[in-house]
């Protein structure tokens, strides 16, 4: 039937459980007017992306970009040439990261992996790490007890050297607090990197995972009590079942191609480097021409935008979401 869609109402990260039905299209993006007696509901600003580089810019070292956080997430954008100034310790979460662009090598005291676009790696809470990095660009996902539920492609392993033209050196070492946050630190000290490097003795395994399934379902590859990873493939995709998360809000990273984002709070064209969150509630849903593929984020807690906004969503019609459709029946 013309000017039906179908709408998915899910309840992640608490559990898989859904509730489906049919919905007239035009009616979700039309406001009815407020009681002149009473105020019901409020007046909602439009969604706000932000956007980051996926080329290398040469600069000096530079602390991490924050882009969203909150009490149980904490996202950020990075890009390095050579070493950190230190090894690194999370007191309190894991940390996540997925490379973007260049080539990095990890190493931990569980071992070393090298890392390269699209892999993804989960440092647990507690374990000393370094990085070294060839034009890298790299995001980081900072939460509680996370867990792989993806495809593992590589597990670390010990080395006598990391890296070409590694030598161990005396390093500093830096303990933090609040999910990784500047000025949250615990404790510093030097520390003997050769040593460091040997010496763990642990039961956990770093692995690396990668997105395999080309499929229109999210593919999850983290898992914790308060925030889900996963990324999502989509192919000419109409756009013609939405989402509400009734449980969470969901933060996208555009990875690759170009995406035309309908909410219920505006429309944007999202393009590879974008990063922006939709609130718990809102529906949603992605029409796109081609192939696009993006990084979804569902967190039960909040996790405010960091970042300066670098475009805003446009109000949405029906008339803008039929003719993104239409572009796409041009290339079937």
């Known amino acids: 039937m013309d000017g039906i869609v179908e709408e998915v109402i899910d309840s992640l990260p608490v559990d898989e459980s859904v509730v489906r039905m ?91 992996l090298d890392v390269k676009p699209g892999d993804w790696s989960r440092i647990p809470v507690g374990i000393a790490h370094d990085n070294s990095c060839w034009e890298d660009i790299h995001l980081l996902f900072y939460f509680h007890a996370a867990a792989e539920t993806g495809k593992i492609v590589a597990t670390a392993a010990k080395r006598e050297v990391q890296f070409e033209g590694w030598s161990p050196a005396t390093v500093p070492e830096l303990l933090t607090a609040c999910l990784g946050t500047r000025g949250c630190d615990l404790a510093v000290s030097l520390v003997d990197e050769e040593l460091l490097l040997k010496t763990c003795s642990t039961m956990q395994d770093l692995s690396l995972q990668r997105a395999t399934d080309p499929g229109n379902d999210t593919e999850w590859l983290y898992k914790s009590q308060h925030v889900w990873i996963g990324v999502r493939q989509l192919n000419n995709a109409a756009g013609k079942v939405y989402t509400r998360h009734r449980r969470a809000d969901a933060i996208h990273y555009q990875l690759s191609g170009t995406r035309t984002l309908v909410t219920q709070r505006g429309t944007i064209e999202l393009v590879p480097g974008d990063f922006i969150s939709i609130p718990m509630g809102c529906a949603y849903t992605s029409i796109c021409v081609g192939e696009s593929s993006h990084i979804l984020v569902v967190t039960s807690q909040e996790a405010p935008l960091k970042a300066n906004a670098t475009k805003m969503a446009m109000p949405t019609t029906i008339q803008n979401v039929l003719l993104a459709r239409k572009q796409i029946s041009g290339n079937i």
């Open 22 to 112: 049919s919905r007239k299209e035009e009616l979700l993006f039309q406001v009815p007017p407020n009681s002149p007696a009473m105020t019901f509901w409020r007046d909602y600003e439009p969604l706000a992306a932000v956007h980051f580089s996926q080329t290398y810019t040469p600069s000096t070292f530079a602390p991490p970009r924050d882009v969203y956080c909150g009490n149980f997430l904490r996202l950020e954008w990075q890009q390095i040439q050579g070493r950190q100034p230190f090894y690194h310790r999370n007191a309190d979460v894991d940390e996540v990261s997925l490379q973007i662009a260049g080539k990095r090598t990890l190493m931990t005291e569980l071992g070393s």
